[in-house]
């Protein structure tokens, strides 16, 4: 029992709500989701190649991440949406579980039947990630860290960033 | 864009920890690069964020009821009181609130009936004993009759929500467009089982949704309408400010003379705080000088009913409105909409005003929070913190507020509308923008679990959040005594039960629950009231005489109960000392006389028939609401009697001229009951004889309901036997 809870009335109906509870809103879903400011790992005005991302995820939760990488300003879901988002699907943990996932960015390049001739990686200068929930369930999500894995190209002037 | 991976090598990464949260203004060069631009629905904290938890309905304002309701046993002609259940088929869940309406399938005339006391809540399915005006009709209904309810107590918006901390109660604030009235109830310390208190206001169309300010001072809950325009012209917009008492169930205006002048008149205060032991009221001068937008008042210290008309303040420029007040660790901070001023000192002597922001002040009157003496804002130029002492600082930077924000971040409503709240949960100071047009609010989330280093994320309630507040349920400690029944007093219809709260904390709310075995109907909440003392007592009203009760008494704080009684469902179960039971005096009194009276016989024509009217009239106890039938037979035997006229006796102590049934041929015989005989006068060619019967409950026993005398002695009779004979 806690020893203080937050209750929101409701504009537009006589409904009393409990915050903190489920997760839903009033039987109405919503999504989480985190989009990271953009980075340039070889410089502004340099290319790196963007292969893979390091998903560190405490849960309980049975959920599936979607995760798109945004590059140039660019979500490659717009360009290849066969690829992405890539998807984390998690299972349920009876506990609080840390689990830590590397999801390759790469793009399978097919021939005209279909079939995986090589791979390719998103490439340029500035990266973000896009990560959002495909429908939460009971228990707990912890987003603990991203990484993105990343090779330079073309390197400029690192940037610096603030403190 | 998309190219093929070089050289096969230990690649680096760039981390991005969740938990840093929004950065979207500090520029592509020096921003942080583990912030982030959107960050949704998640709590941050530690270099995490974790999702955030829903929302669900724990509470209403206004009656529901989930399932098919049926009569409970039949009720008779002129009852006031039914039970309803389930009839074994669908669960039946909620709660009916008085105001609420409703039919029953197969009543006479189809009345509409409406639901008194309460609120009644369903326990195991059913309610019992629930009472209502507007007496069931002639022929009575049957057992398992179909029950529509019509809940008009229902409200169209949850104004404001308050915790009234002394009382251990919740208060919410309700509006129902239909008729434009703000409804209170009252509710448990964590906000459930509202019940409907009074509708004290009802304003003006132009006025559009209300809104509120509640301040809890010395006991009482005040309420201050908050809108800008107090009278712009002939009739006043602003509605009078008016205080709670949750003991009594009232809501008082709170009148006040202001000017010495005027007399004692109704405050009209656009908000009101407390600070320190004041009460402070704000946007209101004084009966002859009204509109004063720029006033701070402060009442007197610890009485926040008394107001020296000396004892107010000026903040800036006559005319240019105060917004809000909120109590900082060491003053009183006063916004306006593009400055703020505070109010120093701590008594009439030290007391001052001064500024101290030029520049930035509350875009809207709900827009501040105080947490751990600061207070948190949002100003025209967006949100900003302030201890008081000096100027504001800015928050808003990271949330880069005139840049384009993410496409699709749900809209902000109407700043008018927006307000703030502190959850302490997530620790997280919220400012919450409902859009009405969407039905959506957005919430921008400020993360104060390290207040040096706050962290801002959006969140997104999926429901129109109208207001908030954070409660405080006694649950963390369940009540350590328990009731210990005393010596019950039963009357005919009433029963005094006494009891002393042993080890009592003193913030137990005592519930007393009764069941009546005669008519086995289960057990039922009939009343509960809120610690005053060792000793107690409560008067438990609508018991049906003669009847065996069962009471059983319990200890509540928040949620929790004393131990042993926590099953509602079986108060059998709770502690001995909890627990008695009681016999109903039977005494319906026999009524000292039942005849006719003297000399008030008539006659009238109608339909071409004459007709013989009498008034026949009694006695009664005592001033109880009871239900009665008259019989007649040809026959001095009450073995074959039918009913010729039925009624309900009325409280004559508040009710005694307007029944209809009570009337001044009583004259000075009073508490009495008087009911006309009226007689087709050709069909009455031999004597009839009349039995008045007491017949509340619906349960009459021959020969032992019959009253003014026993079977085929109908006493009153005998001495002016009814004998119509032919003209």
């Not at chain 2, 004559?652 to 009583?666: I, K």
Request: glycine share 12%; aromatic share 10%; hydrophobic share 40%.
């Amino acid at each position: 029992m806690p020893d203080s809870i937050f209750l929101l009335g409701q504009g537009g109906g006589n409904k009393i709500f409990q915050g903190g509870v489920g997760y839903q809103d009033d039987g109405v879903a919503y999504v989480s989701r985190g989009r990271s400011n953009r980075v340039a790992p070889a410089g502004v005005k340099g290319e790196a190649v963007f292969t893979g991302v390091f998903f560190s995820i405490t849960h309980t939760m049975a959920v599936t991440l979607k995760i798109v990488p945004v590059v140039d300003d660019v979500a490659l879901n717009t360009l290849f949406p066969d690829t992405y988002p890539v998807e984390l699907v998690l299972l349920a943990k009876p506990e609080r579980t840390m689990e830590r996932f590397l999801l390759a960015l790469s793009i399978p390049m097919r021939d005209s039947a279909g079939v995986d001739r090589g791979k390719a990686y998103p490439r340029g200068c500035w990266f973000q990630l896009l990560v959002y929930d495909g429908g939460l369930a009971a228990g707990d999500l912890v987003y603990e860290v991203d990484e993105v894995e990343y090779q330079i190209v073309r390197q400029t002037a690192q940037i610096v960033p603030a403190s | 864009m998309v190219g093929a991976l070089m050289a096969d090598q230990p690649r680096p990464t760039i981390s991005l920890p969740w938990g840093e949260g929004l950065d979207r203004a500090s520029g592509l060069a020096v921003v942080e690069k583990s912030s982030y631009a959107d960050v949704r629905n998640v709590i941050l904290y530690d270099g995490k964020a974790e999702v955030r938890k829903g929302i669900t309905q724990v509470a209403q304002l206004g009656g529901s009821l989930a399932g098919a309701p049926f009569v409970n046993g039949a009720a008779i002609a002129g009852a006031t009181h039914i039970s309803i259940d389930n009839n074994g088929a669908s669960t039946l869940v909620g709660t009916i609130q008085p105001g609420d309406t409703f039919v029953i399938a197969g009543e006479a005339g189809s009345p509409v009936h409406t639901v008194t006391g309460g609120p009644w809540m369903t326990v195991g399915n059913a309610i019992a004993a629930m009472t209502f005006t507007g007496a069931i009709a002639a022929g009575g209904v049957a057992d398992n009759a179909a029950v529509t309810f019509t809940f008009t107590s229902v409200q169209d918006e949850v104004l404001e929500l308050e915790a009234v901390r002394s009382k251990n109660v919740s208060v919410a604030i309700g509006f129902k467009r239909s008729n434009l009235s703000v409804n209170v109830f009252k509710g448990s310390s964590s906000g459930q089982n509202m019940a409907f208190m009074g509708a004290p206001y009802n304003p003006k169309a132009a006025v559009g949704i209300p809104r509120y300010f509640l301040a809890e001072s010395y006991r009482k809950l005040f309420m201050a309408h908050e809108f800008q325009l107090l009278k712009p012209g002939v009739d006043y917009l602003r509605l009078p400010t008016g205080y709670i008492d949750t003991d009594a169930n009232t809501i008082i205006d709170l009148s006040v003379d202001l000017d010495g002048v005027s007399g004692a008149q109704k405050v009209r205060f656009r908000g009101v705080t407390t600070y320190l032991n004041y009460l402070v009221g704000w946007g209101y001068g004084t009966f002859s000088d009204e509109d004063r937008p720029e006033i701070v008042r402060v009442s007197l210290a610890g009485d926040p009913l008394s107001w020296d008309p000396q004892h107010y303040f000026i903040a800036g420029q006559g005319g240019q409105p105060v917004q809000a007040c909120m109590a900082a660790a060491q003053s009183l901070v006063v916004f306006k909409e593009s400055e703020t001023y505070e109010i120093v000192g701590y008594d009439r002597r030290t007391f001052g005003i001064r500024i101290i922001d030029h520049l930035f002040g509350l875009i809207a009157p709900r827009m501040a929070m105080a947490v751990g003496g600061v207070i948190y804002f949002w100003s025209l130029q967006g949100p900003r913190i302030t201890g008081g002492g000096g100027e504001s600082k800015d928050l808003a930077v990271p949330l880069d507020l005139t840049a384009p924000e993410p496409t699709d971040l749900t809209a902000p409503g109407d700043p008018a509308a927006a307000f703030c709240r502190y959850d302490p949960g997530p620790r997280m100071a919220k400012w919450f923008w409902p859009n009405e047009a969407t039905g959506v609010t957005r919430v921008y989330g400020l993360s104060l679990r390290n207040p040096t280093h706050p962290k801002w994320s959006y969140w997104e309630y999926q429901r129109r959040i109208r207001c908030a507040q954070v409660f405080f349920p006694a649950a963390t400690i369940a009540p350590p005594g328990h009731p210990d029944v005393g010596g019950v007093t039963p009357g005919s219809s009433t029963a005094l039960i006494p009891w002393t709260n042993t080890a009592a904390i003193g913030d137990e709310v005592t519930e007393i629950w009764l069941k009546d075995t005669t008519a086995g109907t289960p057990y039922y909440k009939a009343d509960e009231l809120v610690y005053t003392g060792v000793s107690m007592s409560d008067l438990v009203s609508g018991l049906i005489p003669t009847h065996h009760y069962a009471a059983a008494l319990r200890h509540r704080r928040g949620l929790l109960y004393n131990a042993g009684a926590e099953d509602t469902t079986n108060p059998v179960g709770w502690p001995a000392g909890s627990r008695t039971t009681f016999i109903e005096t039977g005494a319906v009194a026999a009524p000292a006389r039942f005849d006719f009276e003297a000399g008030l016989d008539s006659f009238f024509d109608a339909g071409h028939k004459r007709y013989i009217r009498h008034i026949v009239q009694w006695l009664i106890p005592s001033p109880i609401t009871l239900g009665w039938r008259i019989y007649e037979n040809t026959a001095n035997v009450f073995a074959g009697a039918a009913v010729f006229t039925s009624g309900k006796s009325h409280d004559l102590a508040t009710d005694g001229a307007n029944s209809g049934l009570v009337d001044e041929v009583c004259g000075d015989v009073t508490p009495c009951v008087s009911a006309e005989l009226v007689r087709l006068q050709d069909l009455a060619s031999t004597p009839y004889y009349y039995w008045l019967v007491e017949v509340e409950g619906g349960t009459y026993t021959p020969g032992l309901g019959l009253v003014g005398g026993t079977e085929g002695d109908p006493k009153a009779l005998e001495e002016n036997p009814i004998n119509y004979g032919p003209i």
